[in-house]
């Protein structure tokens, strides 16, 4: 589907698969990117057999992108994808930058016991923030320069942002007009 450039139904069901198949044994603490990062490789893994190349964390521009997909001359979509990916770590109150929470159960000052919901971020607080690391994803693939070396004429950008089990994303196609990628309609 994205390798086509259906990114509404990339966008849609990424977060289910997430959400699906990952336990939260395997993301512990929500600490680091790099399980989701290897999560995103082996979906895409089969890609390869498919007459795609994956790379990642490969120089590129002025850095390293996560994942990069490039068809060869057997591919049938002749589609470049770089994707981008960011951690949101659970907030700490007495910050504004997020962290681990502290998931005690009792209030100790008010007798008051937490509920499930107190003892996470607000949902809300919660896809703002994962919307806006998606956001930076896909500005940092721009900064840093990841689509030098591009050959083909499409390419799909992907900004992921994951905190648990939950993940959002944001996605452009664009097409190469002369020296200029320009975003399509």
């Not at 962290?99 to 919660?126: C, S």
Request: hydrophobic share 35%.
């Amino acid at each position: 589907m994205l390798l086509q450039g259906n990114l509404i139904e990339f966008e849609k069901e990424l977060p289910k698969m997430i959400l699906d198949i990952l336990s939260y044994h395997d993301v512990p603490d929500n600490l680091a990117e790099s399980n989701y990062h290897l999560f995103m490789v082996g979906l895409f893994s089969q890609a390869q057999f498919r007459g795609y190349k994956l790379m990642s964390n490969k120089e590129s521009g002025l850095g390293r992108f996560d994942l990069k997909i490039e068809p060869t001359e057997n591919a049938i979509y002749q589609t470049s994808v770089i994707m981008e990916f960011k951690l949101l770590k659970h907030k700490n109150n007495d910050e504004d930058e997020y962290n681990i929470i502290d998931d005690e159960t009792d209030d100790e000052e008010t007798g008051h016991e937490k509920t499930d919901n107190e003892k996470f971020i607000d949902e809300d607080e919660t896809g703002h923030g994962l919307r806006k690391k998606s956001e930076e994803a896909l500005a940092q693939i721009i900064e840093k320069k990841y689509r030098t070396g591009i050959r083909t004429a499409k390419l799909v950008e992907c900004g992921i942002a994951f905190q648990g089990k939950r993940a959002y994303v944001l996605s452009r196609v664009l097409c190469k007009e002369g020296d200029q990628w320009v975003e399509d309609s």
